[in-house]
């Protein structure tokens, strides 16, 4: 069983930054790749970034490109996601996503609330 523990959410003004940190439990952290999604209520969840096992290939949605850096430190089972010019159409619920084995495992979410 993978547990995804998402943090750093938070309420802040249009141009601010803010990290989110995910911590991974119960899987073998360094060989996945992981992710970070989105959602707004009643939208779809929306691919943000990911990031390679060994941390050396990353991939960004078109609209976050430049502004947000996906990281891992694999020695604390944990990655990151460095947001900066945020902006209010970023308002949104911030997952962590990790498929392993054939299974795909979420975290709970952290709420990022962007005012303009």
């Known amino acids: 069983q993978v547990q995804l523990v998402e943090s750093g959410g938070g309420l802040l003004q249009a141009g601010g930054s803010l990290r989110l940190s995910c911590v991974a439990s119960?899987?073998?952290?360094?060989?996945?790749?992981m992710d970070w999604y989105r959602q707004v209520p009643g939208n779809q969840r929306e691919f943000v970034a990911q990031i390679s096992s060994g941390g050396g290939t990353t991939s960004y949605a078109n609209f976050v490109k430049g502004r947000f850096t996906i990281s891992r430190d694999n020695a604390k089972t944990t990655v990151y996601l460095q947001m900066s010019g945020l902006k209010a159409e970023d308002t949104a619920v911030y997952y962590c996503?990790?498929?392993?084995?054939?299974?795909?495992?979420w975290g709970q979410g952290t709420q990022v609330t962007v005012s303009s």
């Open positions: 996503h990790v498929r392993t084995y054939g299974l795909e495992y």
């Open positions: 119960g899987s073998t952290f360094s060989r996945n790749f």
